[in-house]
Structures are given as C-alpha cells and as structure tokens.
C-alpha cells in the first residue's frame, strides 16, 4: 500500500481530518486537523510510515486552525 493511502486510513481510523499530498520534491505533505493526542499518534506513525516504506525524516508545523471536513489525498 502506497504512503499517501496508508495515511489516509490512519487518520480516518484516528478521527483526524486534512489531506495528504505528494510534493515536488518527492516529499509528502500532510496538513491534519485534531486533538494533541490524536496528532501525535500520527505523527509517530509518520515516523514509521506503512511497510516497506522509506522515512527520511518528518517535519513539523504548527499552524493555525483549519476547519477541513474529512481526510482526502489530493
């Protein structure tokens, strides 16, 4: 399963709203919306990522609330 899917189900299985893409770069973006607790249970799985897959690094920014109303890959 790719990233971006992989991404998407974690958060709609956390209650998380937002959406995921690919950049550029080759880097991914997430901008997610929830609780703390909620944002650093996928923050960590960011960290690992689904199988197989390859995580150099993770950023991240705090940024003021967005009301987004469910999780999307765009």
């Not at 971006?4 to 189900?9: I, L």
């Not at 709609?12 to 991914?28: F, K, M, P, W, Y």
């Amino acid at each position: 399963m790719y990233y971006r899917q992989s991404t998407k189900e974690k958060a709609i299985a956390l209650g998380i709203t937002g959406h995921v893409q690919n950049e550029r770069d080759g880097s991914v973006s997430i901008t997610a919306t929830g609780t703390d607790i909620q944002l650093d249970e996928l923050i960590a799985w960011c960290r690992r990522g689904p199988a197989r897959a390859m995580v150099d690094q993770v950023h991240v920014t705090e940024r003021p609330l967005e009301e987004i109303g469910k999780f999307s890959i765009n």
